[in-house]
Protein backbone atom coordinates (compact mmCIF):
# COMPACT_ATOMS: atom_id res chain seq x y z
CA UNK A 1 0.00 0.00 0.00
CA UNK A 2 1.29 3.69 -1.43
CA UNK A 3 0.74 5.94 1.93
CA UNK A 4 1.10 10.39 1.58
CA UNK A 5 2.01 11.88 4.83
CA UNK A 6 0.93 15.76 4.58
CA UNK A 7 3.01 17.71 6.99
CA UNK A 8 2.47 21.47 7.88
CA UNK A 9 6.24 22.25 7.96
CA UNK A 10 9.72 21.02 6.75
CA UNK A 11 10.93 20.40 10.49
CA UNK A 12 7.16 18.22 11.91
CA UNK A 13 7.57 16.03 8.22
CA UNK A 14 11.17 15.25 9.08
CA UNK A 15 10.49 14.22 13.24
CA UNK A 16 7.01 12.43 11.69
CA UNK A 17 9.27 9.93 9.43
CA UNK A 18 12.29 9.75 11.67
CA UNK A 19 9.90 8.08 14.72
CA UNK A 20 7.78 6.35 12.31
CA UNK A 21 10.92 4.49 10.77
CA UNK A 22 12.64 4.48 13.76
CA UNK A 23 15.50 6.38 11.80
CA UNK A 24 15.36 4.38 8.79
CA UNK A 25 13.60 7.53 6.80
CA UNK A 26 15.70 8.55 3.42
CA UNK A 27 15.81 12.32 2.02
CA UNK A 28 14.48 12.78 -1.05
CA UNK A 29 14.71 16.32 -3.20
CA UNK A 30 11.77 16.24 -5.74
CA UNK A 31 10.25 18.76 -7.85
CA UNK A 32 12.16 21.45 -5.84
CA UNK A 33 11.05 20.26 -2.33
CA UNK A 34 12.37 18.12 0.37
CA UNK A 35 10.58 15.04 1.22
CA UNK A 36 11.01 11.73 3.03
CA UNK A 37 10.45 7.89 2.04
CA UNK A 38 10.39 5.20 4.23
CA UNK A 39 8.52 1.63 5.18
CA UNK A 40 6.47 0.89 7.73
CA UNK A 41 4.62 -2.40 8.98
CA UNK A 42 5.15 -3.43 4.79
CA UNK A 43 3.67 -0.73 3.37
CA UNK A 44 5.78 2.19 1.76
CA UNK A 45 5.38 5.95 2.98
CA UNK A 46 6.47 9.62 1.69
CA UNK A 47 6.52 12.00 4.29
CA UNK A 48 5.42 15.65 2.22
CA UNK A 49 6.16 19.02 3.70
CA UNK A 50 3.74 21.65 3.50
CA UNK A 51 5.08 25.17 4.33
CA UNK A 52 1.63 26.37 6.11
CA UNK A 53 -1.23 27.53 4.07
CA UNK A 54 -0.76 27.37 0.04
CA UNK A 55 -4.01 28.90 -0.90
CA UNK A 56 -5.11 32.37 0.19
CA UNK A 57 -8.13 34.32 -0.20
CA UNK A 58 -8.68 37.52 -2.02
CA UNK A 59 -11.23 39.23 -3.83
CA UNK A 60 -11.22 38.91 -8.25
CA UNK A 61 -9.60 41.11 -10.13
CA UNK A 62 -12.33 43.22 -10.58
CA UNK A 63 -12.48 44.64 -6.95
CA UNK A 64 -8.42 45.52 -6.68
CA UNK A 65 -9.28 49.07 -7.73
CA UNK A 66 -10.01 50.78 -4.41
CA UNK A 67 -11.12 54.17 -6.06
CA UNK A 68 -14.00 52.25 -8.63
CA UNK A 69 -14.92 49.42 -6.15
CA UNK A 70 -17.97 50.17 -4.68
CA UNK A 71 -17.66 49.66 -0.50
CA UNK A 72 -21.54 48.32 -0.05
CA UNK A 73 -20.63 45.91 -3.10
CA UNK A 74 -17.47 44.71 -2.08
CA UNK A 75 -19.46 43.10 1.33
CA UNK A 76 -21.21 40.52 -0.70
CA UNK A 77 -18.33 40.25 -2.97
CA UNK A 78 -17.36 36.42 -2.74
CA UNK A 79 -14.05 35.83 -2.80
CA UNK A 80 -11.80 33.06 -4.93
CA UNK A 81 -8.93 30.97 -3.58
CA UNK A 82 -5.82 32.12 -5.38
CA UNK A 83 -2.53 29.28 -4.54
CA UNK A 84 0.21 31.54 -3.69
CA UNK A 85 3.06 28.64 -3.18
CA UNK A 86 2.73 27.11 -7.04
CA UNK A 87 5.81 24.98 -6.53
CA UNK A 88 4.56 22.91 -3.62
CA UNK A 89 1.23 22.78 -5.07
CA UNK A 90 2.90 21.20 -8.29
CA UNK A 91 5.47 18.76 -6.14
CA UNK A 92 2.28 17.70 -4.15
CA UNK A 93 0.37 16.30 -6.68
CA UNK A 94 3.49 14.98 -8.67
CA UNK A 95 3.81 13.07 -5.06
CA UNK A 96 0.43 12.08 -4.82
CA UNK A 97 0.33 9.97 -7.83
CA UNK A 98 -0.72 6.13 -7.29
CA UNK A 99 -1.26 6.99 -3.80
CA UNK A 100 -3.73 4.78 -2.01
CA UNK A 101 -4.02 6.40 1.18
CA UNK A 102 -3.04 10.67 2.28
CA UNK A 103 -2.72 10.90 6.14
CA UNK A 104 -3.28 14.54 7.18
CA UNK A 105 -0.92 14.98 9.73
CA UNK A 106 -1.14 18.70 10.06
CA UNK A 107 -1.25 21.23 13.52
CA UNK A 108 -4.97 19.67 14.92
CA UNK A 109 -6.41 22.90 14.90
CA UNK A 110 -9.11 24.79 13.13
CA UNK A 111 -6.28 26.23 10.40
CA UNK A 112 -4.07 22.72 10.55
CA UNK A 113 -7.43 21.22 9.44
CA UNK A 114 -8.02 23.31 6.81
CA UNK A 115 -4.51 23.26 5.51
CA UNK A 116 -5.47 19.82 5.61
CA UNK A 117 -8.28 19.95 3.42
CA UNK A 118 -6.50 21.95 1.19
CA UNK A 119 -3.71 19.32 0.70
CA UNK A 120 -6.06 16.65 0.06
CA UNK A 121 -8.11 18.36 -2.63
CA UNK A 122 -4.63 18.86 -4.24
CA UNK A 123 -4.21 15.11 -4.04
CA UNK A 124 -7.39 14.09 -5.23
CA UNK A 125 -6.11 15.91 -8.31
CA UNK A 126 -4.04 13.15 -9.28
CA UNK A 127 -5.23 10.22 -7.33
CA UNK A 128 -9.03 10.34 -7.11
CA UNK A 129 -9.67 7.07 -4.68
CA UNK A 130 -6.85 7.60 -2.38
CA UNK A 131 -8.56 7.23 1.29
CA UNK A 132 -8.33 10.25 3.57
CA UNK A 133 -7.09 9.53 7.11
CA UNK A 134 -5.98 12.07 10.23
CA UNK A 135 -3.73 11.68 12.50
CA UNK A 136 -4.29 13.74 15.78
CA UNK A 137 -1.74 14.34 17.70
CA UNK A 138 -0.52 17.15 20.79
CA UNK A 139 3.30 16.13 21.15
CA UNK A 140 5.63 14.90 18.77
CA UNK A 141 6.95 11.76 20.98
CA UNK A 142 7.74 8.44 19.69
CA UNK A 143 4.95 7.17 22.18
CA UNK A 144 2.06 9.29 21.08
CA UNK A 145 2.79 9.51 17.04
CA UNK A 146 3.21 5.82 17.20
CA UNK A 147 -0.12 5.30 18.68
CA UNK A 148 -1.57 7.77 17.06
CA UNK A 149 -0.42 6.44 13.39
CA UNK A 150 -1.97 2.90 14.42
CA UNK A 151 -5.52 4.49 15.61
CA UNK A 152 -6.01 7.34 12.66
CA UNK A 153 -8.88 9.21 12.23
CA UNK A 154 -11.02 11.02 10.30
CA UNK A 155 -10.45 14.48 8.85
CA UNK A 156 -12.99 17.13 10.43
CA UNK A 157 -15.02 19.01 7.68
CA UNK A 158 -16.57 20.96 10.20
CA UNK A 159 -13.68 22.32 11.94
CA UNK A 160 -12.26 23.00 8.38
CA UNK A 161 -15.24 24.75 7.28
CA UNK A 162 -15.13 27.18 10.49
CA UNK A 163 -11.56 28.17 9.64
CA UNK A 164 -12.54 28.48 5.90
CA UNK A 165 -15.47 30.68 7.08
CA UNK A 166 -13.29 32.46 9.79
CA UNK A 167 -11.13 33.59 6.54
CA UNK A 168 -14.21 34.74 4.68
CA UNK A 169 -15.64 36.85 7.70
CA UNK A 170 -12.16 38.48 8.58
CA UNK A 171 -11.21 39.56 4.77
CA UNK A 172 -14.49 40.98 4.27
CA UNK A 173 -14.26 43.33 7.04
CA UNK A 174 -10.51 44.11 6.90
CA UNK A 175 -10.81 45.05 3.07
CA UNK A 176 -13.78 47.20 3.65
CA UNK A 177 -12.78 48.90 7.11
CA UNK A 178 -9.09 48.98 6.01
CA UNK A 179 -10.51 50.50 2.15
CA UNK A 180 -13.11 53.22 4.02
CA UNK A 181 -10.30 55.10 6.43
CA UNK A 182 -7.42 55.20 3.78
CA UNK A 183 -9.64 56.48 0.79
CA UNK A 184 -11.20 59.10 3.53
CA UNK A 185 -8.24 60.38 4.75
CA UNK A 186 -6.33 60.02 1.58
CA UNK A 187 -3.74 57.52 2.51
CA UNK A 188 -2.08 55.58 0.37
CA UNK A 189 0.85 52.70 -0.25
CA UNK A 190 2.28 52.10 3.15
CA UNK A 191 0.70 54.77 4.48
CA UNK A 192 -2.92 53.02 4.07
CA UNK A 193 -4.73 52.73 7.66
CA UNK A 194 -5.87 49.05 9.01
CA UNK A 195 -8.80 48.34 10.81
CA UNK A 196 -10.54 44.62 11.76
CA UNK A 197 -13.03 42.99 13.43
CA UNK A 198 -11.01 41.83 15.94
CA UNK A 199 -7.77 44.68 15.44
CA UNK A 200 -10.34 47.34 16.41
CA UNK A 201 -11.59 46.40 19.42
CA UNK A 202 -8.08 45.12 20.71
CA UNK A 203 -6.73 48.70 20.26
CA UNK A 204 -9.95 50.00 21.52
CA UNK A 205 -8.87 48.55 24.80
CA UNK A 206 -5.64 49.95 24.91
CA UNK A 207 -7.41 53.50 24.27
CA UNK A 208 -9.77 53.18 27.10
CA UNK A 209 -7.27 52.08 29.46
CA UNK A 210 -4.71 55.44 28.42
CA UNK A 211 -8.22 57.30 28.98
CA UNK A 212 -8.44 55.70 32.20
CA UNK A 213 -4.61 56.50 33.25
CA UNK A 214 -4.80 60.11 32.18
CA UNK A 215 -8.82 61.02 33.61
CA UNK A 216 -7.38 59.34 37.46
CA UNK A 217 -6.66 61.68 39.88
CA UNK A 218 -4.71 60.80 42.54
CA UNK A 219 -6.27 60.68 46.16
CA UNK A 220 -3.78 61.33 49.52
CA UNK A 221 -3.40 59.28 51.91
CA UNK A 222 -1.05 59.23 55.31
CA UNK A 223 -0.52 56.00 57.59
CA UNK A 224 0.69 56.55 61.31
CA UNK A 225 3.47 53.97 61.79
CA UNK A 226 5.12 52.88 64.84
CA UNK A 227 8.88 51.86 65.66
CA UNK A 228 8.63 49.36 68.17
CA UNK A 229 10.74 47.09 70.04
CA UNK A 230 10.77 44.30 72.59
CA UNK A 231 14.65 43.88 73.85
CA UNK A 232 17.06 43.95 70.75
CA UNK A 233 13.95 42.90 68.77
CA UNK A 234 13.00 46.11 66.76
CA UNK A 235 9.60 45.26 64.40
CA UNK A 236 7.32 48.23 62.72
CA UNK A 237 3.41 48.16 63.63
CA UNK A 238 1.10 50.39 61.94
CA UNK A 239 -1.95 52.14 63.20
CA UNK A 240 -5.38 50.08 62.76
CA UNK A 241 -6.89 52.73 60.51
CA UNK A 242 -4.46 52.96 58.02
CA UNK A 243 -4.40 55.00 55.85
CA UNK A 244 -6.22 58.12 57.14
CA UNK A 245 -7.76 60.08 54.15
CA UNK A 246 -7.56 62.95 55.82
CA UNK A 247 -4.10 64.56 56.97
CA UNK A 248 -5.32 66.14 60.10
CA UNK A 249 -6.89 62.77 61.19
CA UNK A 250 -3.89 60.99 60.84
CA UNK A 251 -1.73 64.10 63.09
CA UNK A 252 -4.18 63.75 65.87
CA UNK A 253 -3.77 59.97 66.16
CA UNK A 254 -0.03 59.98 65.45
CA UNK A 255 0.15 63.14 68.52
CA UNK A 256 -2.12 60.58 70.82
CA UNK A 257 0.35 57.74 70.49
CA UNK A 258 3.08 60.46 70.84
CA UNK A 259 2.11 61.02 74.33
CA UNK A 260 3.01 57.61 75.46
CA UNK A 261 6.06 56.25 76.89
CA UNK A 262 5.71 52.63 76.21
CA UNK A 263 3.09 50.54 74.34
CA UNK A 264 1.41 47.11 75.42
CA UNK A 265 1.60 43.89 73.74
CA UNK A 266 -2.10 42.79 73.98
CA UNK A 267 -2.44 39.60 72.08
CA UNK A 268 -0.25 37.65 69.74
CA UNK A 269 -2.22 35.39 67.20
CA UNK A 270 -0.73 32.74 64.94
CA UNK A 271 -2.53 30.67 61.56
CA UNK A 272 -1.57 28.50 59.36
CA UNK A 273 -2.10 29.50 55.16
CA UNK A 274 -1.60 27.19 52.15
CA UNK A 275 -1.00 29.01 49.11
CA UNK A 276 -2.34 27.19 46.24
CA UNK A 277 -0.07 25.64 43.32
CA UNK A 278 -0.78 27.28 40.25
CA UNK A 279 -3.09 25.68 37.20
CA UNK A 280 -1.42 24.29 33.80
CA UNK A 281 -0.82 25.99 31.86
CA UNK A 282 -3.20 27.12 28.42
CA UNK A 283 -1.67 29.22 25.84
CA UNK A 284 -3.45 32.49 27.45
CA UNK A 285 -1.58 31.70 30.67
CA UNK A 286 1.60 30.80 29.08
CA UNK A 287 1.58 34.10 26.96
CA UNK A 288 0.91 36.17 29.94
CA UNK A 289 3.77 34.30 31.80
CA UNK A 290 6.36 34.30 29.24
CA UNK A 291 5.77 38.10 29.02
CA UNK A 292 6.28 38.89 32.46
CA UNK A 293 9.44 36.99 31.94
CA UNK A 294 10.73 39.78 29.26
CA UNK A 295 9.65 38.52 25.97
CA UNK A 296 6.90 39.87 23.71
CA UNK A 297 3.69 37.51 22.89
CA UNK A 298 4.98 36.85 19.28
CA UNK A 299 8.27 35.73 20.41
CA UNK A 300 7.20 33.67 23.03
CA UNK A 301 4.84 31.79 20.55
CA UNK A 302 7.19 31.31 18.14
CA UNK A 303 10.24 30.05 20.39
CA UNK A 304 7.03 27.65 22.05
CA UNK A 305 6.18 26.23 18.56
CA UNK A 306 9.94 25.55 17.85
CA UNK A 307 10.43 23.54 21.09
CA UNK A 308 6.86 21.85 20.31
CA UNK A 309 8.27 21.09 16.78
CA UNK A 310 11.38 19.64 18.38
CA UNK A 311 9.57 17.68 20.23
CA UNK A 312 10.67 19.07 24.09
CA UNK A 313 6.76 20.33 24.78
CA UNK A 314 3.16 19.62 23.88
CA UNK A 315 1.18 21.35 21.28
CA UNK A 316 1.22 25.23 23.11
CA UNK A 317 -1.98 26.35 21.24
CA UNK A 318 -4.80 24.96 23.54
CA UNK A 319 -7.35 26.64 25.90
CA UNK A 320 -7.21 23.34 28.21
CA UNK A 321 -6.22 24.03 31.58
CA UNK A 322 -6.69 20.15 32.90
CA UNK A 323 -4.50 16.89 32.54
CA UNK A 324 -6.33 14.65 30.64
CA UNK A 325 -6.16 11.34 33.04
CA UNK A 326 -4.87 9.17 30.18
CA UNK A 327 -1.61 12.10 30.60
CA UNK A 328 1.43 9.60 32.22
CA UNK A 329 2.18 12.70 34.68
CA UNK A 330 4.33 10.77 36.84
CA UNK A 331 5.87 9.30 33.62
CA UNK A 332 6.48 12.52 32.19
CA UNK A 333 8.35 13.95 35.84
CA UNK A 334 10.68 11.06 35.85
CA UNK A 335 11.68 12.33 32.12
CA UNK A 336 12.64 15.33 33.48
CA UNK A 337 15.32 13.63 35.64
CA UNK A 338 17.46 13.40 32.30
CA UNK A 339 17.13 17.70 32.69
CA UNK A 340 18.81 20.20 34.23
CA UNK A 341 15.78 20.42 36.17
CA UNK A 342 16.53 17.06 38.48
CA UNK A 343 16.45 18.43 41.02
CA UNK A 344 12.78 19.57 40.97
CA UNK A 345 11.60 16.33 39.62
CA UNK A 346 12.76 14.41 42.40
CA UNK A 347 10.64 16.85 45.01
CA UNK A 348 7.84 15.74 42.21
CA UNK A 349 8.62 11.92 42.50
CA UNK A 350 9.33 11.69 45.98
CA UNK A 351 5.38 12.92 46.74
CA UNK A 352 3.60 9.50 47.84
CA UNK A 353 0.90 10.78 45.77
CA UNK A 354 0.34 13.16 43.05
CA UNK A 355 -2.33 15.05 42.68
CA UNK A 356 -2.45 18.10 39.84
CA UNK A 357 -4.25 20.94 39.77
CA UNK A 358 -6.89 22.04 37.61
CA UNK A 359 -8.20 25.03 35.64
CA UNK A 360 -11.45 26.17 34.99
CA UNK A 361 -11.13 25.22 31.43
CA UNK A 362 -11.31 21.88 29.75
CA UNK A 363 -11.53 20.86 26.37
CA UNK A 364 -10.32 18.02 24.72
CA UNK A 365 -8.38 19.11 21.87
CA UNK A 366 -5.27 18.84 22.97
CA UNK A 367 -3.88 19.09 26.85
CA UNK A 368 -2.67 21.78 28.79
CA UNK A 369 1.18 23.30 27.82
CA UNK A 370 3.57 20.37 29.49
CA UNK A 371 7.43 19.02 28.74
CA UNK A 372 7.61 16.47 26.52
CA UNK A 373 11.40 15.62 26.89
CA UNK A 374 13.97 16.35 29.01
CA UNK A 375 16.19 19.27 27.88
CA UNK A 376 19.61 21.18 29.02
CA UNK A 377 20.39 24.46 28.90
CA UNK A 378 23.38 24.21 27.13
CA UNK A 379 21.64 22.04 24.07
CA UNK A 380 19.17 25.12 23.42
CA UNK A 381 19.15 29.09 22.89
CA UNK A 382 19.25 30.71 25.82
CA UNK A 383 15.66 32.12 24.66
CA UNK A 384 14.26 28.86 23.89
CA UNK A 385 15.90 27.63 27.48
CA UNK A 386 14.37 30.59 28.98
CA UNK A 387 10.92 29.05 27.37
CA UNK A 388 11.53 25.37 28.40
CA UNK A 389 12.14 25.91 31.61
CA UNK A 390 9.22 28.21 32.30
CA UNK A 391 6.96 25.87 30.67
CA UNK A 392 8.80 22.38 33.11
CA UNK A 393 8.58 24.45 36.40
CA UNK A 394 4.91 25.38 35.73
CA UNK A 395 4.14 21.84 34.98
CA UNK A 396 6.00 20.21 37.73
CA UNK A 397 4.58 22.93 40.30
CA UNK A 398 1.04 21.84 39.13
CA UNK A 399 2.13 18.48 40.30
CA UNK A 400 3.08 19.69 44.01
CA UNK A 401 1.86 20.24 47.39
CA UNK A 402 0.34 24.03 48.24
CA UNK A 403 2.87 25.83 49.95
CA UNK A 404 2.56 26.30 54.01
CA UNK A 405 2.90 29.55 55.87
CA UNK A 406 3.02 30.72 59.39
CA UNK A 407 1.09 34.01 60.03
CA UNK A 408 1.58 36.01 63.13
CA UNK A 409 -0.33 39.00 63.68
CA UNK A 410 0.64 41.28 66.75
CA UNK A 411 -1.79 44.00 68.26
CA UNK A 412 -0.17 46.51 70.59
CA UNK A 413 -1.51 49.60 72.69
CA UNK A 414 -0.17 52.56 73.15
CA UNK A 415 -1.83 55.08 75.06
CA UNK A 416 -5.47 53.21 74.52
CA UNK A 417 -4.16 53.94 70.35
CA UNK A 418 -4.30 50.34 68.89
CA UNK A 419 -1.10 49.36 66.40
CA UNK A 420 -0.91 45.89 64.18
CA UNK A 421 1.89 43.95 62.83
CA UNK A 422 2.02 41.05 61.11
CA UNK A 423 4.11 38.55 59.08
CA UNK A 424 3.89 35.12 57.26
CA UNK A 425 7.38 32.70 57.42
CA UNK A 426 7.31 29.74 54.96
CA UNK A 427 7.02 26.45 56.95
CA UNK A 428 7.07 24.20 53.92
CA UNK A 429 8.02 24.91 50.65
CA UNK A 430 5.68 22.50 48.57
CA UNK A 431 5.51 24.15 45.00
CA UNK A 432 7.43 27.25 46.26
CA UNK A 433 10.52 25.06 45.62
CA UNK A 434 10.36 24.69 42.37
CA UNK A 435 9.10 28.75 41.82
CA UNK A 436 10.57 30.75 44.29
CA UNK A 437 8.76 33.33 45.21
CA UNK A 438 10.23 36.55 43.71
CA UNK A 439 8.78 38.98 46.22
CA UNK A 440 9.92 38.73 50.18
CA UNK A 441 7.42 38.97 52.40
CA UNK A 442 7.46 40.60 55.71
CA UNK A 443 8.18 38.58 58.85
CA UNK A 444 7.90 38.59 62.19
CA UNK A 445 10.56 38.01 65.03
CA UNK A 446 9.15 35.96 68.27
CA UNK A 447 7.84 38.35 70.73
CA UNK A 448 6.56 36.01 73.20
CA UNK A 449 3.12 36.23 74.47
CA UNK A 450 2.34 40.02 75.88
CA UNK A 451 4.44 42.51 78.21
CA UNK A 452 5.56 46.07 77.68
CA UNK A 453 7.37 47.22 74.53
CA UNK A 454 9.73 49.95 73.91
CA UNK A 455 8.42 52.95 71.82
CA UNK A 456 11.58 53.76 69.38
CA UNK A 457 9.49 56.15 67.18
CA UNK A 458 6.26 57.29 65.71
CA UNK A 459 5.62 58.73 62.42
CA UNK A 460 3.71 60.10 59.52
CA UNK A 461 4.35 57.90 55.74
CA UNK A 462 2.14 60.29 52.91
CA UNK A 463 1.42 59.26 49.19
CA UNK A 464 -1.09 59.28 46.70
CA UNK A 465 -3.26 56.24 45.09
CA UNK A 466 -1.66 54.64 42.10
CA UNK A 467 -3.37 54.83 38.63
CA UNK A 468 -4.83 51.66 36.92
CA UNK A 469 -1.57 50.00 35.11
CA UNK A 470 -1.68 49.87 31.68
CA UNK A 471 -1.29 46.42 30.00
CA UNK A 472 1.40 44.50 29.38
CA UNK A 473 1.06 42.45 26.15
CA UNK A 474 0.05 39.04 28.41
CA UNK A 475 -2.21 41.32 29.90
CA UNK A 476 -4.14 42.40 27.09
CA UNK A 477 -4.37 39.18 25.48
CA UNK A 478 -5.61 37.38 28.78
CA UNK A 479 -8.47 40.84 28.63
CA UNK A 480 -8.74 39.16 25.11
CA UNK A 481 -9.59 36.51 26.09
CA UNK A 482 -11.93 37.34 29.10
CA UNK A 483 -14.00 39.11 25.84
CA UNK A 484 -13.97 36.51 23.37
CA UNK A 485 -11.64 38.48 20.56
CA UNK A 486 -9.97 36.40 18.75
CA UNK A 487 -8.94 32.82 19.28
CA UNK A 488 -5.46 30.70 21.55
CA UNK A 489 -4.11 31.02 18.02
CA UNK A 490 -4.53 34.35 16.66
CA UNK A 491 -4.67 36.84 19.68
CA UNK A 492 -0.55 37.06 19.91
CA UNK A 493 -0.46 37.63 16.07
CA UNK A 494 -3.43 40.53 16.41
CA UNK A 495 -1.10 42.39 19.22
CA UNK A 496 1.77 42.05 17.05
CA UNK A 497 -0.24 43.58 14.27
CA UNK A 498 -0.87 46.97 16.62
CA UNK A 499 2.96 47.29 16.85
CA UNK A 500 3.81 46.54 13.12
CA UNK A 501 0.90 49.42 11.78
CA UNK A 502 2.22 51.54 14.62
CA UNK A 503 -0.85 52.11 16.03
CA UNK A 504 0.98 50.74 19.35
CA UNK A 505 3.97 51.49 21.43
CA UNK A 506 5.93 50.74 24.37
CA UNK A 507 6.67 47.51 26.69
CA UNK A 508 3.38 48.71 28.87
CA UNK A 509 1.38 48.90 25.85
CA UNK A 510 0.24 52.06 25.04
CA UNK A 511 -1.56 53.92 21.71
CA UNK A 512 0.46 56.09 19.65
CA UNK A 513 -1.10 59.30 18.64
CA UNK A 514 -2.00 57.78 14.97
CA UNK A 515 -3.40 54.85 16.77
CA UNK A 516 -5.44 56.51 18.92
CA UNK A 517 -6.83 59.42 16.36
CA UNK A 518 -8.01 56.16 14.28
CA UNK A 519 -9.91 54.33 17.18
CA UNK A 520 -11.16 57.54 18.92
CA UNK A 521 -12.79 58.56 15.75
CA UNK A 522 -14.40 55.05 15.62
CA UNK A 523 -15.69 54.71 19.26
CA UNK A 524 -17.53 58.26 18.45
CA UNK A 525 -18.85 57.97 15.46
CA UNK A 526 -18.83 54.19 14.54
CA UNK A 527 -18.94 52.89 18.18
CA UNK A 528 -20.21 48.90 16.95
CA UNK A 529 -17.04 48.40 15.11
CA UNK A 530 -14.83 48.95 18.44
CA UNK A 531 -16.60 46.67 21.10
CA UNK A 532 -15.75 43.66 21.48
CA UNK A 533 -19.82 42.13 21.34
CA UNK A 534 -20.01 42.12 18.29
CA UNK A 535 -16.64 40.46 17.34
CA UNK A 536 -17.68 37.58 20.61
CA UNK A 537 -21.09 37.35 18.78
CA UNK A 538 -19.20 36.64 15.36
CA UNK A 539 -16.76 34.30 17.07
CA UNK A 540 -19.51 32.35 18.74
CA UNK A 541 -21.37 31.97 15.47
CA UNK A 542 -17.95 30.35 14.04
CA UNK A 543 -17.85 28.02 16.69
CA UNK A 544 -21.01 26.66 16.18
CA UNK A 545 -20.04 25.50 12.81
CA UNK A 546 -17.02 23.34 13.84
CA UNK A 547 -20.02 21.73 16.42
CA UNK A 548 -22.48 21.30 13.26
CA UNK A 549 -24.86 23.91 15.13
CA UNK A 550 -24.82 26.38 12.36
CA UNK A 551 -23.89 26.59 8.65
CA UNK A 552 -21.23 28.65 7.07
CA UNK A 553 -23.67 30.14 5.07
CA UNK A 554 -25.64 31.55 7.45
CA UNK A 555 -22.78 32.75 10.24
CA UNK A 556 -20.89 34.72 6.82
CA UNK A 557 -24.47 36.08 5.84
CA UNK A 558 -24.50 37.57 9.77
CA UNK A 559 -21.02 38.95 9.42
CA UNK A 560 -21.87 40.89 6.05
CA UNK A 561 -25.26 42.33 7.68
CA UNK A 562 -23.03 43.75 10.55
CA UNK A 563 -20.87 44.79 8.20
CA UNK A 564 -22.82 46.85 5.92
CA UNK A 565 -24.43 48.20 9.20
CA UNK A 566 -21.64 49.57 10.13
CA UNK A 567 -20.29 50.74 6.88
CA UNK A 568 -23.57 52.44 6.78
CA UNK A 569 -22.51 54.46 10.24
CA UNK A 570 -18.78 55.36 8.68
CA UNK A 571 -20.50 56.54 5.73
CA UNK A 572 -22.76 58.83 7.68
CA UNK A 573 -19.88 60.38 9.22
CA UNK A 574 -17.07 60.34 6.74
CA UNK A 575 -15.68 63.88 6.82
CA UNK A 576 -15.75 64.11 10.53
CA UNK A 577 -13.78 60.77 10.95
CA UNK A 578 -11.24 62.22 7.85
CA UNK A 579 -10.71 65.23 9.47
CA UNK A 580 -9.76 64.26 12.69
CA UNK A 581 -7.82 61.21 11.75
CA UNK A 582 -5.75 63.71 8.97
CA UNK A 583 -5.39 66.42 11.22
CA UNK A 584 -4.05 64.07 14.58
CA UNK A 585 -1.44 62.29 12.46
CA UNK A 586 -0.07 65.25 10.70
CA UNK A 587 0.68 66.97 14.18
CA UNK A 588 2.10 63.50 14.65
CA UNK A 589 4.43 63.17 12.28
CA UNK A 590 5.83 67.11 12.52
CA UNK A 591 8.58 67.41 14.94
CA UNK A 592 9.71 70.38 14.74
CA UNK A 593 12.17 72.63 12.27
CA UNK A 594 15.26 70.72 10.50
CA UNK A 595 18.51 71.77 12.64
CA UNK A 596 20.18 71.36 9.77
CA UNK A 597 18.74 73.20 6.86
CA UNK A 598 16.11 75.65 8.61
CA UNK A 599 14.03 76.11 5.78
CA UNK A 600 12.16 71.97 6.63
CA UNK A 601 10.50 70.33 9.34
CA UNK A 602 11.74 67.34 10.39
CA UNK A 603 8.44 64.81 9.49
CA UNK A 604 8.22 60.75 10.71
CA UNK A 605 8.69 58.86 7.97
CA UNK A 606 8.89 55.70 7.03
CA UNK A 607 11.61 53.41 4.93
CA UNK A 608 10.79 50.61 2.81
CA UNK A 609 11.57 48.14 5.30
CA UNK A 610 9.30 49.40 7.00
CA UNK A 611 11.35 51.16 9.82
CA UNK A 612 10.53 54.72 11.50
CA UNK A 613 13.12 57.45 10.90
CA UNK A 614 12.44 61.73 10.64
CA UNK A 615 13.32 63.38 7.94
CA UNK A 616 13.10 66.95 6.44
CA UNK A 617 10.50 67.93 4.20
CA UNK A 618 13.27 70.00 2.23
CA UNK A 619 14.46 66.75 0.34
CA UNK A 620 16.41 66.27 -1.36
CA UNK A 621 17.97 69.79 -0.83
CA UNK A 622 18.30 68.77 2.75
CA UNK A 623 19.29 64.89 3.44
CA UNK A 624 18.96 65.21 7.45
CA UNK A 625 17.60 61.94 8.61
CA UNK A 626 17.98 59.88 12.47
CA UNK A 627 16.29 56.91 13.42
CA UNK A 628 14.16 57.42 16.40
CA UNK A 629 13.75 54.44 18.09
CA UNK A 630 9.65 53.04 18.77
CA UNK A 631 9.04 54.47 21.84
CA UNK A 632 9.42 58.16 20.93
CA UNK A 633 5.84 57.61 19.15
CA UNK A 634 4.07 57.14 22.00
CA UNK A 635 0.98 59.43 22.91
CA UNK A 636 2.19 63.14 23.33
CA UNK A 637 -1.23 64.73 24.61
CA UNK A 638 -4.96 63.67 25.19
CA UNK A 639 -6.97 64.14 22.14
CA UNK A 640 -10.10 66.01 22.60
CA UNK A 641 -13.44 64.94 20.94
CA UNK A 642 -14.50 68.47 20.27
CA UNK A 643 -12.84 67.92 17.32
CA UNK A 644 -14.41 64.99 16.37
CA UNK A 645 -18.49 67.14 15.67
Not at 20 to 41: C, H, N, P, Y
Not at 141 to 168: I, Q, Y
Not at 277 to 301: D, E, I, K, Y
Request: overall charge negative; charged content about 30%.
Amino acid sequence: MHRLLVAEKFSAALRLATVLSEGRAKRLRADGVSQFTFSRSGDDWRAFPLRGHFVNLDYPPEFNDWDRTDLDTLIDAEPVPTVTDPTTVDALRRASDAMDEVVVATDYDREGELIGLEAVRVVHEASREAEVRRARFSALTRTELVDTFDHLGELDERLAASAAAREVVDLAWGAVLTRFLSLATGRRGREILSAGRVQTPTLALVEDREREVEEFVPSPWWRVVASLAIGDTVFRAEHVQNPFHQRDEAEAACSLAGLATEGWLESVETDEQDERPPVPLNTTLFVALANRGGFSAARAMSIAESLYRDGLISYPRTDNTAYPRTLGLRRTAEALLESDLSEEARLVLSLAEIRPTRGRSETTDHPPIYPTGPARKTDLREDAWRVYELIARRFLATLSPPARYHLTTVRVDIDEVPFMASGRTLRDPGWRAIIPWDREGSTLPDLGSGGAVEIRGIAIEEGETACPPRYSQGALIQEMDRLGLGTKSTRHEIVQKLYDRGYVGGRQVRPTEGGRAVVEALQVHAPRITRPETTAELERGLDAIAVGDATPEAVVSESRRRLREALQELEAHREAIARWIRETIAWERDHGPCEKCGAGRMVLRKSRRGSRFLGCTNYPQCKNSRQVPREAFIVRARASESSLA
